[in-house]
């Protein structure tokens, strides 16, 4: 059995298990039990422009020990298997683009990824480089301008007229064809990032109706045509700048009007969300439980990498996991210090790089991440668990039978931890404010 322990001011401490009688009266209790839910995907983050320039910016010999401790399935890492890229430009690319900006190419005899040689390409071969069976899912922040109104990069819509419509169809087969060519396979699609907000970065507003039209009249055929394996998932959902708990029943029935759509339906093969639209998800687990669930974009912070923003990032964890997610995916692996886009925004990441001493730092979220990554394995599946601890924790029974347990204990002061499973119970002393993973093999 092993435990692992992370407080604000000691990360990552492998802990010695007091093995001798439960006390009578323990402070907390998990009881683990044997109900099995969603059969686990993976974990992972994003490539983006910003974050390969950072990677850039530290000597090989720190380049390679990030390499293993993100991608490595086998170092005492993150393992990550499952992670996110952008069609085009994101809020984190180095400056704005598409794949063709020709205007009225409808025929896009001028679509191209040249741009994506000089760093999206080298920071996604360099992860499979360590994890060659590390998997994708793209997704666009913006279509090219001249297929909008206004035709610009942030803000705006689709134009939904049928040349428009068949033309950024044929743009998503010719993005996977030509990652295709780079021994690169775009193993999902999720049709466009954030489609209810109209925000000052690239975007793209896209209502149900219009997201059901899209992919049941144009995109899914133009798989079909093509003979394109990647599957097309209705996402990423996030939500309207509002009240998030009042209005989730909204953001369900923006996921509703597009798997109503019959001719939408035959398509889908899942449904992601992120920020807002996490209230949203035990709605649509409800009402759709054939179809997979993803957790798609980690919520990014203010560049402080804060022990407290750590702590909010756990309930995230915790939040999707439960409600079914079987992937969770994290933003920015890798940044400079203070994390500040292009255009001013200053996020979290994983793994902070230092320009000036040309140095890194591990951030308190990458092992927040490593706290579920390191041990939960793919095709593991979430169990039922209960007691007055159950709400700040998951658990998971891997392939290879071992149980993995990651427990939260927000409280100020050390708690006497109760668990127990298939009658066997343990007890753990789990320092105050404190996250811990338990192991049981």
């Given at each position: 059995m092993k435990w692992i322990s992370s407080?604000?001011?000691?990360?990552?401490?492998?802990?010695?298990?007091?093995?001798?009688?439960?006390?009578?009266?323990?402070?907390?209790h998990l009881l683990l039990g044997a109900g099995r839910d969603q059969e686990m995907l993976g974990f992972g983050g994003c490539f983006n422009e910003l974050g390969h320039i950072a990677l850039l910016k530290l000597n090989p010999t720190d380049q390679a020990e990030l390499q293993?401790?993100?991608?490595?399935?086998?170092?005492?890492?993150?393992?990550?298997?499952?992670?996110?890229?952008?069609?085009?430009?994101s809020d984190y690319a180095a400056s704005w683009y598409s794949h063709n900006e020709v205007a009225d190419d409808f025929s896009m005899d001028y679509f191209s990824v040249d741009r994506d040689e000089e760093h999206l390409l080298p920071y996604i071969q360099w992860a499979k480089g360590m994890n060659p069976d590390l998997e994708l899912f793209a997704s666009p922040w913006s279509p090219p301008t001249w297929m909008k109104f206004p035709q610009a990069y942030n803000y705006?819509?689709?134009?939904?007229?049928?040349?428009?419509?068949?033309?950024?169809?044929?743009?998503?087969?010719?993005?996977?064809?030509e990652y295709r060519l780079r021994n690169i396979n775009i193993a999902q699609i999720h049709v466009q990032n954030e489609p209810m907000s109209s925000q000052k970065f690239p975007s793209c507003v896209v209502t149900g109706d219009e997201f059901a039209r899209f992919i049941g009249g144009y995109l899914g055929p133009a798989f079909e045509r093509n003979h394109i394996n990647s599957e097309i998932w209705l996402g990423t959902l996030n939500g309207p700048e509002v009240d998030e708990r009042k209005f989730s029943s909204s953001y369900h029935n923006y996921a509703n009007t597009v798997l109503h759509d019959a001719n939408a339906y035959k398509y889908i093969r899942?449904?992601?969300?992120?920020?807002?639209?996490?209230?949203?998800?035990?709605?649509?687990?409800?009402?759709?439980?054939?179809?997979?669930?993803?957790?798609?974009?980690?919520?990014c912070g203010d560049g402080e990498n804060s022990w407290e923003y750590a702590r909010y990032v756990?309930?995230?964890?915790?939040?999707?996991?439960?409600?079914?997610?079987?992937?969770?995916?994290?933003?920015?692996?890798?940044?400079?210090?203070?994390?500040?886009?292009?255009?001013?925004?200053?996020?979290?990441?994983?793994?902070?790089?230092?320009?000036?001493?040309?140095?890194?730092?591990?951030?308190?979220?990458?092992?927040v991440m490593k706290h579920f990554s390191r041990y939960i394995q793919k095709g593991a599946h979430r169990i039922e668990h209960s007691g007055s601890f159950s709400a700040s924790s998951v658990a998971f029974e891997n392939p290879d039978g071992s149980i993995v347990a990651v427990v939260f204990n927000p409280l100020a002061r050390d708690m006497t931890l109760e668990l127990t499973i298939k009658g066997t119970t343990t007890c753990f002393e789990l320092p105050g404010d404190s996250i811990n993973t338990l192991v049981i093999e």
């Open positions: 407080t604000k001011h000691n990360k990552w401490q492998h802990k010695t298990i007091n093995t001798s009688r439960p006390p009578i009266e323990a402070d907390c293993k401790l993100l991608f490595d399935p086998n170092y005492d890492g993150l393992r990550f298997n499952f992670c996110r890229m952008p069609i085009g430009a705006g819509r689709l134009k939904m007229e049928d040349a428009y419509l068949t033309a950024y169809a044929d743009y998503f087969v010719r993005f996977i064809e899942g449904v992601s969300y992120q920020w807002c639209g996490k209230y949203a998800m035990k709605q649509t687990r409800d009402s759709w439980p054939e179809l997979n669930l993803i957790q798609s974009e980690n919520e756990f309930d995230l964890f915790q939040h999707y996991l439960s409600l079914g997610a079987y992937a969770y995916v994290y933003w920015n692996m890798i940044l400079e210090k203070e994390g500040e886009s292009t255009w001013g925004w200053k996020q979290n990441s994983l793994v902070v790089v230092d320009q000036e001493t040309q140095s890194y730092e591990l951030s308190h979220e990458f092992y």
